[in-house]
């Protein structure tokens, strides 16, 4: 490990050199089939030709600008983005945090302008995870990602889910501004919400006056079969939305969506970015969100989760004393665990197979949207084989 680094990451001893598809090849000579996917970001795979030639292609044109110009490459993508979804504007960003950011600002903004400035009241949820930046690590539902930062801020509030009477009660105060919620909790444990619940807190947010933002950023860009989680409901669009990870295809790209009303105090001035909405990321945003955004990508995913999603149950059920429960939506699966999902992370590197970690002591599989059926039995052969190892090793530790 290098001394140059700030030790912020417990990282595995891996070192990755290269990759194609849902391939990744480490310096030592192995090879892995990978269920992270970036933390479900390279969701067409490693080096997908698509986006090495747009980025190949934008490099030898112009690489940043800053916004102070027109950047053609952004208002395209801008608009595949605006007619894809319920948003009339976008603002670029280079993360997720940052997508957060904007999404939050824009909230409090709205009911500024509208005469309510008191009306600064975020309300998140246990189990949440909205970035790393200050105001997300505020919005997020973890008091560990506070610790030795301060007290969190005021006007965030955090409540259950399943807790309906104390979310009405939020909602309703003056001081409401804002609802953040993911459609599909990505490291609370891959929790995919109810659409009666997504519908209810929308219809409670439009009675209140209350902007209801999506964070999108992992369940987004077709990771549960659908471009975007929430439009497997009808009638559950928010006002506001966070995308990024797989907008980029693993170049990195934020974006805040709105409706022209949510937006409007975001005016010249309000807020900003110098990096967001380069030409080059941009370049490879509109390849991934081509790629990504056709029905053949979306229509894999769904065939695919639904053959992991069996797959994974009928494995639970014969390793009882490994896994508890299987859950999630599209590619954004959770499976929980008995033993530390830690340790089953390193088992299964040790299987050639790589998955991530979650809240509720879940490993998270992640693939790429690409990925085949025979690459998903082989995932499901290489899991049997973990849950075996971890039976074998645990029960003689017992």
């Known amino acids: ?34 269920c992270v996917a970036g933390i479900a970001t390279n969701s067409l795979g490693h080096a997908h030709p698509r986006l090495v030639a747009a980025l190949e292609k934008q490099a030898r044109k112009l690489w940043h600008v800053s916004n102070i110009f027109r950047i053609p490459e952004q208002e395209e993508l801008a608009a595949r983005l605006v007619d894809a979804t319920f948003a009339d504007l ?10 957060i950011e904007c999404s939050l600002k824009a909230a409090r903004r709205y009911h500024a302008v509208n005469g309510a400035p008191e009306r600064i009241d975020v309300i998140g949820f246990a189990g949440s995870f909205h970035g790393r930046t200050y105001a997300a690590v505020n919005a997020s539902g973890n008091a560990a990602y506070l610790d030795g930062f301060g007290p969190r ?39 995919a919400l109810d659409g009666e619940w997504l519908l209810w807190l929308r219809q409670l947010c439009s009675a209140n006056g209350v902007l209801l933002i999506f964070d999108e950023v992992q369940s987004g860009m077709g990771r549960t079969g659908r471009l975007f989680a929430h439009q497997w409901f009808d009638g559950a669009a928010p006002d506001i939305m966070a995308v990024a990870k797989a907008l980029g295809g693993g170049f990195p790209i934020g974006a805040c969506l709105a409706t022209a009303e949510a937006a409007k105090g975001m005016t010249a001035g309000t807020h900003g970015s110098t990096f967001g909405g380069n030409p080059l990321a941009m370049a490879v945003g509109i390849a991934a969100f081509d790629e990504i955004a056709r029905e053949e990508t979306l229509a ?20 009882p004393d490994v896994a508890v429960d299987v859950r999630g939506k599209g590619l954004l699966i959770g499976v929980k665990m ?54 074998s090793r645990f029960a003689a530790a017992a």
């Open 1 to 34: 490990m290098s001394d140059a680094l700030m030790g912020v990451y417990n990282r595995a001893q891996l070192e990755v050199e290269r990759g194609e598809g849902v391939w990744l090849h480490a310096r030592d000579g192995r090879t892995f089939l990978d």
């Open 90 to 99: 976008v603002f670029f960003g280079n993360s997720g945090s940052e997508a």
């Open 153 to 191: 801020l005021p006007g965030y509030v955090q409540l259950s889910i399943d807790d309906r009477k104390a979310i009405e009660e939020a909602v309703r105060r003056p001081t409401a501004a804002a609802v953040i919620v993911e459609p599909v909790q990505g490291e609370g444990g891959a929790r």
């Open 300 to 319: 894999n995913a769904r065939d695919v989760s639904d053959q992991l999603l069996a797959g994974l149950r009928d494995l639970a059920a014969r390793f």
């Open 338 to 391: 008995l033993p530390n999902n830690r340790d089953m992370m390193a088992l299964a590197r040790d299987h050639g197979l790589l998955v991530a970690g979650g809240g509720d002591n879940c490993i998270r599989l992640l693939p790429p949207l690409i990925i085949t059926a025979e690459e998903a039995s082989e995932v499901l052969r290489r899991i049997e084989a973990t849950f075996a190892a971890a039976r």
